[in-house]
């Protein structure tokens, strides 16, 4: 991607939102025209982009949908799962994503490659851009230096080096904002429309929601929890 391309394509995502429409494998929703339904939908209520997990999904979405794509690949087995490898990433480019999405974090990576090799050969082989989902400060900026264009705050409280905070890590974003060069997306336990702009208030440069937008078994089951007094 030409500096061009990238720069407006971060253009178009800055201080917006970015819907997540993923459902866990045996949902009802778990096909790719469902998810391909969420993507519409929220391009139709104002999103800017579109986070997409699974080869599949991330074809169907990228040919119908007019938004920036940002796709990954899931794959069980390891600590690091978030298109773990430099092949699956190549394979979510080759399948219409703008930007993939890798795990971003100091842990040892399945194809022994460093998170510098990997994101080094996607921007040799693709003109996609790389975000880098990350656990912690030290990630993200470990990250920053690796080459990454776009830092997420993804697996912030999965990872053991931070605590899992009900909503946003809301410090983690205020904390890294100012210590980035590159765009930092808020991703993670962004509940709320509240949430979503506290995020963008800490610092971050767009946000991405997942569960409460696309997700209707959870937040079905926040409505139950409530009622029932949990």
């Not at 040919?63 to 600590?79: N, T």
């Not at 905070?165 to 809301?170: I, M, R």
């Not at 980035?180 to 610092?203: C, F, K, M, Q, S």
Request: hydrophobic share 45%; with cysteine; aromatic share 2%.
């Amino acid at each position: 991607m030409t500096d061009q391309r990238s720069a407006d394509l971060l253009e178009r995502l800055r201080s917006r939102l970015v819907v997540s429409c993923q459902a866990y494998p045996g949902e009802p929703l778990r096909t790719p025209e469902a998810m391909l339904g969420m993507a519409l939908a929220a391009e139709r209520g104002g999103a800017a982009g579109i986070r997409a997990q699974g080869l599949d999904d991330i074809r169907l979405i990228a040919s119908q949908v007019r938004l920036p794509v940002i796709g990954l690949l899931k794959v069980s087995g390891g600590d690091v799962f978030i298109t773990p490898t430099l092949d699956d990433a190549l394979a979510v480019v080759e399948a219409g994503s703008d930007v993939v999405a890798i795990d971003g974090t100091r842990r040892p990576r399945p194809d022994g490659r460093t998170l510098a090799e990997t994101i080094a050969a996607l921007h040799e082989q693709t003109d996609a851009l790389v975000m880098a989902d990350c656990g912690s400060a030290d990630d993200a900026l470990a990250a920053q230096d690796a080459g990454a264009d776009i830092v997420g705050t993804t697996l912030a409280g999965y990872t053991g080096e931070r605590e899992k905070t009900h909503g946003p890590d809301l410090d983690l974003i205020a904390a890294l904002a100012p210590r980035l060069r590159v765009p930092l997306v808020a991703e993670g336990r962004i509940h709320t429309p509240a949430d979503a702009r506290a995020a963008l208030d800490a610092g971050a440069f767009s946000v991405v929601v997942g569960t409460a937008i696309t997700h209707p078994t959870t937040i079905t089951s926040w409505f139950v929890d409530a009622l029932e007094g949990r």
